[in-house]
């Protein structure tokens, strides 16, 4: 298929591409770190040969969230989106722009989000997960009430959110000990990132801003999968629900979340998240660079889907939900 926009796409400027380090084998290094820092030649080269019209291009991980200064962490978000402003300009009708922010900050997170999509004409904010704040074991979660002013904001703006995982701090991280191979895309990022998830639903940031829009890579991070039984287990006893959310939490999942393919290249996969969520609302993305895009857009492009999905998913989809100009 031509014409596949992607939107979990990350690059690294100089003072985050470490972060990167340790998820692949050192020998993996050269390659993984050359191509995080580049944009407009070996990407470009890969998204031709493959049927990729445009990236949404975001921050690699942790970056911004693993820095526990609040004006350290806001600093560097500003570096790197005026980095990527720059590099937008540069080719708009290929790449396009998530903001990195400083949720550790609360107003300067609002105050970031507000700039990017205003000056710089950024189409949401990919955020990594829970955020170190004022020290390294203090993390804080978004459906903390402090992030009331920056949802509301994010809702105003009609400004997508990406949420991008990042593995648990240690030592909150006893259950992979002794089992290092867990972590990072293994199994990790999917679980971190759905308890994040689930904690959004059931806070009731849903019933105050019914028009936010989240998104969810790795084909939903496992939720598709178990959505049913959040809702549902030990049907028999009818307990009443012992959270704030006025819904059952699938109707959140339902009306707020949008999913992308980013590194779950996987039929059996897909078709189950299209069976819960719908092919409205799923995306295409690579992951890239720690997926291959000719690994994402060859299975992709062969899936056994309708045509008509494969164009929604692949392109139209990403077009509506960012408004994009193409
Ligand atoms: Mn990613």
């Known amino acids: 298929m031509q014409g596949k926009i992607g939107l979990e796409e990350h690059f690294a400027i100089p003072e985050t591409l470490q972060d990167s380090a340790g998820f ?11 191509r995080l820092v580049d944009i407009q030649e070996r990407r470009l080269r890969e998204m031709d040969d493959n049927g990729m019209e445009m990236m949404i291009l975001s921050l690699n991980a942790p970056a911004i969230q693993a820095i526990p200064n609040r004006a350290k962490a806001i600093e560097m978000a500003k570096r790197a989106n005026d980095f990527l402003a720059e590099q937008v300009a540069l080719r708009p009708n290929r790449f396009q722009g998530f903001a990195a922010l400083p949720m550790q900050d609360p107003d300067a997170a609002t105050q970031e989000l507000e700039r990017c999509m205003k000056d710089f004409g950024f189409r949401g904010a990919l955020v990594n997960g829970f955020s170190q704040t004022d020290t390294p074991e203090n993390v804080v979660y978004y459906d903390a009430p402090q992030y009331e002013g920056f949802w509301a904001k994010a809702e105003q703006l009609d400004a997508p959110f990406y949420l991008h995982p990042r593995n648990p701090i240690s030592s909150w991280a006893q259950i992979y000990d002794g089992h290092p191979w867990l972590m990072g895309p293994t199994w990790a990022f999917a679980q971190e990132t759905a308890v994040h998830a689930l904690r959004l639903m059931a806070s009731g940031l849903f019933d105050r801003h019914p028009g936010l829009k989240i998104v969810l890579g790795h084909l939903g991070e496992g939720l598709p999968y178990n959505m049913w039984r959040v809702d549902h287990r030990n049907g028999w006893v009818k307990a009443p629900k012992s959270y704030p959310a006025k819904k059952p939490l699938a109707d959140y999942f339902q009306q707020n979340f949008w999913l992308t393919t980013s590194g779950n ?18 995306l295409f ?25 494969r164009l929604k998913i692949g392109r139209t989809n990403a077009v509506d939900l960012f408004k994009l100009n193409v």
Request: hydrophobic fraction near 45%; proline fraction near 2%; charge should be negative.
């Open 24 to 34: 692949l084998a050192d020998e993996s290094w050269t390659e993984l770190s050359a």
């Open 265 to 282: 290249f996987r039929t059996q996969t897909l078709i189950d998240a299209m069976l819960e969520i719908g092919a409205d609302r799923i």
């Open 285 to 309: 993305s690579t992951d890239w660079p720690f997926e291959n895009v000719d690994h994402a857009c060859e299975w992709f492009d062969a899936t056994s889907i309708s045509e008509a999905d």
